[in-house]
């Protein structure tokens, strides 16, 4: 399996990128390797993460938590799609689109 990110978690990303670094650039892209990383664990278990129902989105999708981060993905025969990645506390129930 291999990781797909859509064009709104690569912003999705970088607006996270854009907010830590106010207080630090380096930290920034840290934290962000960081996500990276663990999204990368979804290639050997796509599982990781629960069905989106379970968060009130009523999809086929799944959620993975990293840290205050919740991750929205597919899974597709060889590929994870990564299609949202938000922020906790976000109202994501409104911002998750099949696309």
């Given amino acids: 399996m291999h990781i797909r990110y859509t064009e709104q978690s690569l912003a ?15 930290n920034a892209i840290s934290y962000i390797d960081k996500v990276k990383s663990k999204i990368e664990l979804l290639q050997y278990s796509p599982d990781l993460g629960i069905e989106c129902k379970h968060k ?6 799944r959620v993975y938590i990293i840290d205050a981060y919740v991750v929205f993905y597919t899974r597709e025969i060889d590929t994870i799609s990564i299609k949202r990645i938000l922020h906790g506390s976000a109202d994501y129930t409104n911002k998750f689109d099949d696309r």
């Fill in 56 to 61: 009130g989105i009523q999809r086929n999708c």
């Fill in 12 to 26: 999705d990303l970088d607006a996270i990128i854009d907010y830590i670094a106010k207080d630090s650039l380096h």
